[in-house]
Structure formats: C-alpha cells, structure tokens
C-alpha cells in the first residue's frame, strides 16, 4: 500500500539552515504536501508543490522534489526557535482506503539557541 | 474570513459511552476529512464528504461513523467508546474535490480522552 516516510527527529542551532526528508512511494500522487503541527494545536499548511514541479520558493521554505527517486524535502533558512515543531510530509492519493491525504509520522524539530 | 472550528476542544468520557464531534469548515468548502491522531499510529484517515455523501471510509470499525449537513458542517459519532479511542480528532476543509489539490485546512482538532 501507499507509505510515506520521514526521519523522527532533526535538532539545529538557531540561524542555521533546517532539511527535512521525505519519501514516498505511490507515484501518481499529483500533489505533495507540508504541515506543521505545534503542541496542542491542529496540521498548519505549510506549502505544497504539483508533482509536475521540481521546485518551489516562499520565503524562507524551499520544497524540491526528485519525481524519479519519490523523494520530497523542505529547507527552512535561517531556522529560528519558533520554528520547533513537529513537521508532516504527506502525498495525495485520490479515492485511496488510506483517505486522500498519507501522512507520515512527522519530523521533530527542535531548534537551539 | 474563519478557519475550520472544531468542538468541542476537549471531552472525558467514560468506556463504554458514545460521543459526536462537530466540525464547522471553512465557508465555501464542501469537502471535510476526518482524521484520528495518536502517539502510537500517527494520523489515520477516518472519512471523507464531499456535498453530503461520503466519498471514502477508513479501516475503522463500525463503532465510528459521520454525517455532513446541507451546509458542509460534519459530525462524527464514536459509540461504544474503548480506551483506545483515546486521540487527538483532526477535521480538514477543502475547497475542491477530492484530489484536486488546492490543500486541506484543518480545525485544533478535539481531544478526546476515554477513562
């Protein structure tokens, strides 16, 4: 079935750029997506890019997409302390038992003065 | 212009009880996701409407079901509650249908808590 994978944790100093890693494996996903979750609150959108795209800029988020390795990932610039939180990946899959949205388990990031 | 409201925030409920979720999209979205939320399992898809018919299901069991209004709001119900329907409850709104993109906006999500 369709999986979406993303390593637990990444912990960086304040200032530094932050790369979180994805992968996913169904193919015809048109579009993928990052959420952002804080504690106690629900999935923020972050971004999403098509899957036509390799690229995409908004501001401090860089998304870039490799289609033939099924690999996805988001640079955060200049990461700050109010960018720790827990970060999803998901691709987006119609009709699927899994629902429209896979998710993975999420990065942890934690951000250090 | 208001996001997706979830209520209740929070609910404690005792096994073997039943309880509604209410879910309120974004105004213009017809599409709302219900998705379950735990430690252990991560996000799991419950269901999905789209104009008052459910459009997908999940592998939950029977015990957990929705509805959606004329107005786009949702409901969901959980009877029979187990401990392990302890979980955080996420309600997502979309202004396209399914798997047309444009993103999903979700709600704080319910916690619900089953002692």
Request: glycine share 10%; with cysteine; hydrophobic share 30%.
């Amino acid at each position: 079935g369709e999986d979406v994978e993303q390593s637990l944790f990444l912990s960086v100093r304040e200032g530094d750029s932050s790369v979180i890693n994805c992968t996913y494996t169904d193919s015809s996903s048109t579009y993928l997506y990052w959420y952002k979750q804080e504690p106690g609150a629900g999935l923020q959108l972050l971004t999403y890019i098509f899957s036509n795209m390799d690229m995409k800029q908004d501001q401090r988020l860089t998304v870039l997409l490799n289609k033939k390795d099924k690999h996805l990932s988001l640079r955060i610039a200049d990461t700050q302390t109010g960018d720790s939180a827990i970060y999803f990946c998901a691709e987006s899959i119609v009709g699927g038992s899994q629902g429209n949205l896979i998710f993975g388990k999420g990065t942890k990031l934690s951000v250090k003065p | 212009k208001a996001g997706v409201t979830q209520t209740p925030r929070y609910l404690i409920k005792t096994r073997g009880q039943q309880v509604t979720l209410s879910c309120s999209p974004i105004s213009g979205h017809r599409s709302v996701s219900w998705y379950q939320q735990t430690p252990g399992q991560g996000l799991q898809f419950l269901f999905e409407y789209f104009s008052e018919t459910q459009r997908n299901k999940g592998n939950f069991p029977g015990r957990f079901s929705g509805r959606q209004f004329s107005n786009s709001r949702s409901e969901m119900n959980v009877s029979t509650l187990e401990l392990g329907d302890s979980a955080l409850y996420l309600c997502a709104s979309s202004l396209t249908q399914p798997g047309q993109g444009s993103g999903y906006t979700f709600g704080s999500g319910t916690r619900l808590t089953v002692v």
